[in-house]
């Protein structure tokens, strides 16, 4: 299973950014879909996660900003960000909970996709 993660770029303060993840490989089931980022000198944080039923969770850093949702049939999942902070400035990284077929349960990390926010 491979996560390839994209959206990022640059914004300015208070502008919007889409980030997308997709999963390709031996997908029996996915469980939770996450996104994290990590800012320089920062350990890696949780922003938002999704259930495979669509219950959601977030970071009160991001909440009300930040909204994470998923496709099921395309194994992708999105994270909208607006009202964009410079401390949103980050490595955004997706994360996945999945069961590959005929393997127990596996945890599965993207690349990551830069996010700037400039003033």
């Known amino acids: 299973v491979q996560l390839q993660a994209s959206g990022g770029g640059l914004a300015q303060s208070g502008g919007s950014l889409r980030l997308s993840c997709v999963a390709t490989g031996n997908i029996g089931s996915m469980n939770e879909m996450e996104w994290y980022r990590q800012a320089p000198g920062n350990q890696r944080e949780l922003v938002a996660s999704?259930?495979?039923?669509?219950?959601?969770k977030y970071s009160d850093s991001v909440k009300g900003r930040f909204t994470i949702s998923r496709d099921n049939a395309k194994n992708t999942a999105y994270l909208q960000m607006n009202s964009l902070k410079l401390g949103d400035t980050a490595v955004y990284y997706c994360h996945a909970v999945v069961i590959p077929y005929g393997v127990g349960i596996r945890h599965f990390w993207g690349q990551g996709t830069k996010v700037t926010v400039s003033s």
């Open positions: 999704i259930t495979s039923d669509g219950r959601t």
